[in-house]
């Protein structure tokens, strides 16, 4: 998917609000990250690892896109949730990443209330996209810490956390971990 067309942040900022949002697809977004030629400070200085969770940084925010990047200890995983109706791609920085898919099971009564479907274990430069309506869990499975980097279009606010021990669904506000620092 990546070519050896490179396109600077800024670049990227004016292809994304160039990119109608009707067309937007997991394939274009991928196409445009993947080019992407993301300076390797802005990353090193928004990797915060913490022992209690995953950290979310904002490195960009505009009404067509949100652009973060995590820290994931070993064994730290976010919960399952979809996007509520933004689309996303992830590459991974440093590190193996674990991505699962998930379904909603079709008996509404059914508990868990989703199945797994499948799940990759991703590399340096790898993506894993999450297509609108798709639910997904991302972890770091391995011994060594792990960063990536998120693209969500539309920006990313909230999101519904599927709890399969119990069998509900929770809509949540996505909290950003340096914005939140100065809310």
Same mark, same amino acid.
Request: no cysteine.
């Given at each position: 998917?990546?070519?050896?067309?490179?396109?600077?942040? !800024?670049?990227?900022? /004016?292809e994304m609000?160039?990119?109608?949002? +009707?067309?937007?697809s997991?394939?274009s977004?991928?196409?445009?990250? @993947?080019?992407l030629?993301?300076?390797? &400070? #802005?990353?090193?200085?928004? #990797?915060?690892? =913490?022992?209690s &969770?995953?950290t979310r940084? /904002?490195?960009c925010?505009?009404?067509r896109?949100?652009?973060?990047?995590?820290s994931?200890l070993? @064994? =730290?995983?976010?919960?399952i949730h979809?996007?509520s %109706?933004?689309?996303s791609?992830?590459?991974?920085?440093? %590190?193996?990443?674990?991505?699962?898919?998930f379904?909603? *099971?079709?008996?509404?009564?059914a *508990?868990?209330?989703?199945?797994?479907i499948?799940?990759?274990?991703l590399g #340096?430069? &790898?993506?894993?996209?999450?297509?609108? $309506?798709?639910?997904?869990?991302?972890a770091?499975?391995s011994?060594?810490?792990?960063v990536?980097?998120h693209?969500?279009? +539309?920006p /990313?606010?909230?999101?519904?956390?599927?709890?399969? !021990?119990? $069998?509900?669904?929770?809509?949540v506000?996505?909290r950003?971990s340096?914005?939140?620092?100065?809310?």
């Open positions: 998917m990546v070519t050896s067309d490179r396109i600077s942040l !800024e670049n990227f900022v /004016l609000m160039h990119l109608p949002q +009707k067309s937007a997991v394939e977004l991928l196409q445009l990250f @993947g080019n030629d993301l300076s390797e &400070q #802005i990353i090193e200085e928004n #990797i915060h690892f =913490q022992a &969770q995953y940084h /904002l490195i925010r505009t009404p896109f949100d652009m973060l990047v995590l994931w070993p @064994g =730290q995983a976010s919960s979809d996007h %109706g933004s689309l791609v992830v590459r991974v920085h440093r %590190g193996e990443l674990t991505s699962r898919l379904a909603k *099971n079709q008996d509404p009564d *508990n868990p209330i989703v199945r797994l499948s799940e990759r274990r #340096i430069h &790898q993506f894993a996209p999450v297509d609108l $309506g798709e639910i997904h869990q991302l770091n499975t011994a060594a810490p792990l990536t980097v693209l969500y279009a +539309k /990313l606010s909230t999101m519904n956390v599927f709890h399969p !021990e119990t $069998g509900t669904t929770e809509r506000t996505v950003y340096l914005e939140d620092d100065f809310a």
